[in-house]
């Protein structure tokens, strides 16, 4: 029972456009969801978050969107660069229970220069 | 190191053997995670810690993992009589944070992880 899913396993972009990467999930009681990037042989590290009482949340080229009704999260990187290749992680967390958190499958990017 | 540490970064082990796997998390750091991600999925959330106590382990999969952390800083995940399906890669995180105070994301570190592959 997959409760954050990450539908597409890879994503092409051109270097200067948007990427947008998508998120579902089917757990209404989860409050706060992350962004995590990864590269080869390293450790996932935290990009971006946003509490279930928001529907935006931007830092720099960075923004996620979060739609409760649709259970449904995104994050769009504005302009992307090469060296955002990495596989993205959308995860979820319960209230009070923000260390155990439940990964979606990752997307992998690729930023074509 | 500044980050958390984890060893050995390979392990290839023959079914049935043993494993330990160490962590080392950033110092000072009060809650400890560990998290198994298999090949093409995510992490997927093994077992908590708080200095030494063991909070949640929830995810353990089965009475063949075990993970302790004595003292409030290293922790180590054993795999007793491995099998194929525990191939993966086992990522330790830390946090300043208790899990109980919203230890949130933007809190937790996480090591390169250990890359087990039983044969």
């Known amino acids: 029972d997959q409760q954050v899913k990450q539908n597409s396993p890879s994503l092409s972009v051109q270097e200067g456009r948007i990427s947008i990467l998508n998120c579902d999930y089917t757990n209404s009681m989860f409050d706060y969801f992350l962004w995590y990037k990864k590269y080869p042989a390293e450790g996932p590290t935290f990009l971006i978050s946003i509490s279930s009482i928001k529907d935006k949340n931007e830092d720099g080229r960075f923004t996620v969107f979060l739609n409760k009704s649709a259970k449904h999260l995104s994050l769009h990187i504005v302009p992307s660069q090469p060296g955002d290749s990495a596989v993205y992680f959308c995860a979820a967390s319960l209230y009070n229970q923000g260390g155990k958190l439940i990964f979606g499958q990752g997307t992998e990017l690729s930023v074509k220069p | 190191g500044a980050g958390v540490s984890q060893s050995p970064r390979y392990k290839v082990a023959k079914r049935g053997q043993d494993v330990a796997l160490r962590c080392d998390p950033i110092?000072?750091?009060?809650?400890l995670f560990w998290y198994q991600q298999a090949l093409g999925q995510g992490p997927e959330f093994l077992t908590y810690?708080?200095?030494?106590?063991?909070?949640?382990k929830s995810g353990l999969p089965s009475d063949r993992f075990f993970a302790e952390r004595p003292e409030g800083s290293v922790s180590t995940l054993k795999i007793q009589r491995t099998q194929q399906e525990d191939s993966a890669v086992y990522l330790c995180?830390?946090?300043?944070?208790?899990?109980?105070?919203?230890?949130?994301?933007?809190?937790?570190?996480f090591g390169e992880g250990s890359w087990l592959t039983v044969v």
């Open positions: 110092s000072g750091h009060v809650s």
């Open positions: 810690f708080q200095n030494e106590a063991q909070l949640d």
């Open positions: 995180a830390s946090s300043l944070v208790s899990i109980g105070t919203g230890a949130y994301g933007n809190t937790i570190y």
